[in-house]
């Protein structure tokens, strides 16, 4: 019962710390990256590598495209331009993920004091501010030691075992498992990252990994259709389009995950590099499909969200 508590402090501690970077990043960086976004969208290239820049920077891809579907709905962006910053977006992440899963133990630890002396000395201050994006960065990297180390003594435990091997063989199952959990937890960059530290240990085998991968990157695209629900058809198109292309990815990528795993020994990567990279190899792929329709995909979004039909206002 310890062992699993000290599991779940250190998955909410993963959640909490991708929070604090999101929320610090947008605090102190909120504008310029606005503006980076809304001055970059007059070509593909330039949209999908301000995309990639800003999510690098945000370490999440739901808030660039809350960003990218406010202005939509303001009319600052037509929807074609606005997918392809998500689909920088998306590579984005998986950039940052790939940092955050190198062995950088050492690290964690300057980070909190160091960010933790700044905030407590000067919280009112950019200074203060970037404190907490450190901290954010610091708790990151320690939660993936602590499970890391929590799980250790669950590898040979027979009742884990179990458990994780109800999800093997049912790609779709694992998918929408790590769906689900990428809502919840608000971010598709932990459960990559918590995918990827469970494989290293074995507890989870590769083929269950790379489909919770899939799932975690469709739970980021259901993550922005759900957050934007109530905002203008203009704004959902954005999000709806970032779904699409993310459905359609995992729809073709669903076939080749026994393929993925089978050569993943003769590349002599660890599990869980070849998860990091799977995701990043993901992502990537679908930039090089889709960059180029990104109109046809606008169009349907407008199709399936037209907009509202202009009342007639007599004042």
Known sequence: MQTLLNLL?????????THNVRAGILRLYGGPLRRLLRRSVSHRGTA??????????????????????????QGLIATAPALAVMLGADVGTSLVTLVLSLELNWLAPILIVSGVTLYLRQQDTPYGRFGRILIGLGLIMFALQWIRTTTQPMVDTAGVKVLFSTLTGDVLLDVLV?????????SSLAVVLLVAT???LGIIGLPVALGLVLG????????????????????????????????????LAIPLIGHAAALVPRT???????????????????AVLFLGFTN????????????????????
């Open 268 to 286: 002599g990567l660890s599990p869980a590099n070849a998860v990091v990279l799977f995701h990043l190899a993901f992502n990537l792929i679908l």
């Open 198 to 200: 469970l494989a290293s």
């Open 296 to 315: 046809p995909i606008a169009r349907l979004a407008e199709r399936l969200l037209p907009s509202p039909p202009a009342t007639d206002d007599p004042s």
């Open 9 to 17: 402090a250190g998955v909410a501690l993963l959640v909490w710390g």
């Open 48 to 73: 999908f590598f301000a995309g990639l820049a800003v999510t690098g920077l945000l370490q999440s891809s739901t808030a660039t495209a809350l960003i990218v579907a406010a202005f939509a709905g």
């Open 216 to 251: 975690a990157n469709l739970g980021s695209g259901l993550l922005g259709m759900l957050s934007t629900l109530q905002a203008e058809s203009e704004a959902r198109r954005v999000t709806l389009g970032n779904f699409l292309f993310k459905l359609i990815g995992c729809a």
């Open 178 to 186: 790590a769906a689900i959990a990428a809502v919840v937890v608000y």
